[in-house]
């Protein structure tokens, strides 16, 4: 069946530090792709997406780019702040299902002045 | 604020007691989905709408575990007699429909289940 494997936290870094998470799947065809973030106290947020081979996410600074040559969504930021502190979830939807989302088991990251 | 909301936030039952939980999704959202998230881990899928009919469920949910959405609004999960293994964060999330058929799902707080 479709899985997520990312990298195990917490991660602990600098402010201004560049800020990767490397998130791999396992899945027939081509599933769409996501990160999620849950602040602290809060529920989970999308954060990007990508529906396609080679497609780009984008938000708050936030990159990942679909690769499917390598099976892999890393998430990057190139200057993180205290403010990115948070646990990030890779996950994707299979082609075979409209509803399920299927989630890595998150990353802490953790990041100080 | 006019996000998912669930109902309650937290609660605590003993053993073999009978459990339920409501969500209120996105005014016009159609799809309405359950996941479950114990300490470490990410969600696990457990059932998911859409307006009224139930189209997936997952083998995590077994026949303690019904979920209903009787008029395509709010919806329930009932847990029958819980056992400790039970204790968890119930996630509820939903979403409408997008041009590209990869719909956004924007979950609720969740409900935290303690069994003692």
């Known amino acids: 069946g479709d899985s997520v494997t990312q990298m195990e936290g917490p991660v602990t870094l600098s402010e201004e530090a560049f800020l990767t998470i490397n998130c791999t799947y396992t899945?027939?065809?081509?599933?769409?792709l996501f990160w999620y973030v849950q602040y602290p106290g809060e529920g989970l947020q999308l954060l990007l997406k990508?529906?396609?081979?080679?497609d780009k996410g984008s938000n708050k600074g936030f990159e990942a780019t679909y690769r499917k040559e390598t099976t892999s969504f890393h998430l990057e930021k190139g200057s993180v702040q205290v403010s990115d502190s948070a646990v990030y979830f890779c996950?994707?939807?299979?082609?075979?299902?409209?509803?399920?989302?299927?989630f890595g088991a998150g990353t802490q990251v953790v990041v100080t002045p | 604020d006019t996000g998912v909301s669930q109902d309650p936030r937290h609660k605590i039952t003993k053993r073999g007691q009978n459990v339920t939980f409501r969500c209120d999704p996105i005014?016009?959202?159609?799809?309405l989905y359950w996941y479950r998230q114990t300490l470490g881990q990410g969600p696990e899928f457990l059932t998911y709408?859409?307006?009224?009919?139930?189209?997936?469920k997952s083998r995590l949910l077994s026949d303690r575990f019904s979920a209903e959405r009787p008029k395509g609004s709010f919806s329930t999960l009932e847990i029958q007699r819980t056992e400790q293994g039970d204790s968890a964060m119930y996630l509820c999330?939903?979403?409408?429909?997008?041009?590209?058929?990869?719909?956004?799902?924007?979950f609720g707080p969740g409900t935290r289940l303690t069994v003692l």
């Open positions: 709408f859409q307006n009224e009919a139930q189209l997936e």
């Open positions: 899945a027939t065809g081509y599933p769409s």
């Open positions: 005014s016009e959202h159609n799809r």
């Open positions: 990508a529906t396609k081979a080679d």
């Open positions: 999330a939903s979403s409408f429909p997008e041009g590209d058929a990869t719909d956004t799902q924007y």
């Open positions: 996950a994707l939807r299979g082609t075979d299902s409209w509803g399920k989302l299927q």
